[in-house]
């Protein structure tokens, strides 16, 4: 296939960089595919829906150059106003990048849902990478069937079975997306590895053990906020304070828990992914308070870190 663009003048070799975006329903597994394929947890996943927030941006650096991931939330029908930014954040991502990763899963129906994603792709005149994800969980003669499903919905650069939690022919998508990737610079040092904040990725590490610690409404309802994060002196100690907010009394009982235990258990299970994180010991509390239906609140899910205008920066 023809390369997205040429040599540079000189005709000598030189790095490429780019941006690419990680597209799909809910759950099809972008989160944990852009994290294996930098070597490094950054985006937390969960077997729930919609873990995926907001977007997720990571660096993978080689010797070919860089590519910058762009990790989105799935693409689904949006019931409030948290919904609508998380579908206004992975439809947008789209407009300012050089290549599409699209995920589908090898025994997904193409529905509505699907048909959305490839009309707006087929509008974007993108690479398009089509990667059938959790090979790993269907039998092989399955997966011709999928490719044959899809092979028409989008003018594909290459389709690629994969599965993420195997690491199964990721090398051959990261060869892939060099192949049409632009020659430039690095946008990035080659010691970066995201430009997420710390706090945002601390309060993202809580959150992820609350998903797999609750059960199947709670999870949707709740949002982490990191209060404070200082270092004692010495530096060998962080004081960590998060508030887990949500939408109902009721929840707030089942998020602390029979005496405290069941907020005790996301507390100890977040802490060591913090530490490694930080880089020292950190003594985390952790508080819960209701926010009647903030997910409908304009002002509060900016206040939790979903805001639009950040998006369109």
């Known amino acids: 296939m023809k ?20 597209i799909g329903r809910p759950n ?27 977007r997720i941006q990571t660096v993978y650096n080689s010797e ?13 029908k949006a019931k409030n106003k948290l919904g609508e930014y998380m579908v206004y954040a992975a439809e ?12 589908v899963e090898p025994d997904a129906y193409i529905g509505a849902g ?7 792709l087929n509008h974007s005149k993108l ?25 028409d919905l989008c003018h594909f650069e290459a389709i690629i079975p994969a599965s993420a939690k195997m ?10 997306i060099f192949r049409y990737l632009p020659y430039g610079p690095r946008f ?5 590895v995201t430009d997420q904040p710390v706090r945002q990725i601390a309060s993202e590490l809580i959150r992820e053990k609350a998903l797999r610690s609750l059960g199947e409404e709670v999870p949707h309802g709740i949002a982490v906020t990191i209060e404070r994060m200082k270092t004692r002196p010495g530096g060998t100690i962080t004081d960590v304070d998060a508030t887990i907010i949500c939408e109902r009394d009721s929840h707030k009982g089942i998020v602390i828990g029979k005496g405290g235990s069941m907020l005790k258990k996301i507390g100890s299970e977040a802490r060591p992914g913090i530490e490694e994180l930080i880089g020292t010991k950190v003594s985390l509390k952790l508080w819960v308070k209701v926010r009647r239906n903030w997910r409908d609140s304009d002002i509060l899910i900016k206040n939790y870190g979903y805001d639009k205008k950040q998006i369109d920066e």
């Open 3 to 22: 390369e997205h663009t040429q040599l540079p003048e000189s005709g000598i070799p030189a790095e490429k960089s780019g941006f690419v975006a990680l």
């Open 28 to 54: 099809v597994g972008k989160s944990t595919l852009m994290n294996h394929l930098i070597g490094q947890k950054i985006a937390i996943t969960s077997r729930k829906p919609q873990t995926t927030r907001n």
């Open 64 to 76: 070919r150059g860089q590519i910058v991931f762009l990790d989105t939330p799935g693409i689904h």
């Open 92 to 103: 947008h991502t789209i407009r300012d990048v050089d290549a599409v990763l699209w995920l």
């Open 114 to 120: 699907e048909q959305h994603i490839a009309g707006m």
């Open 127 to 151: 690479p398009i990478i089509l990667v059938i994800n959790k090979i790993d969980r269907v039998k092989k003669t399955e997966i011709p069937k999928t490719i044959e499903r899809y092979r």
């Open 167 to 176: 690491s199964i022919n990721l090398d051959t998508i990261i060869d892939t």
């Open 188 to 192: 990035f040092d080659e010691d970066t």
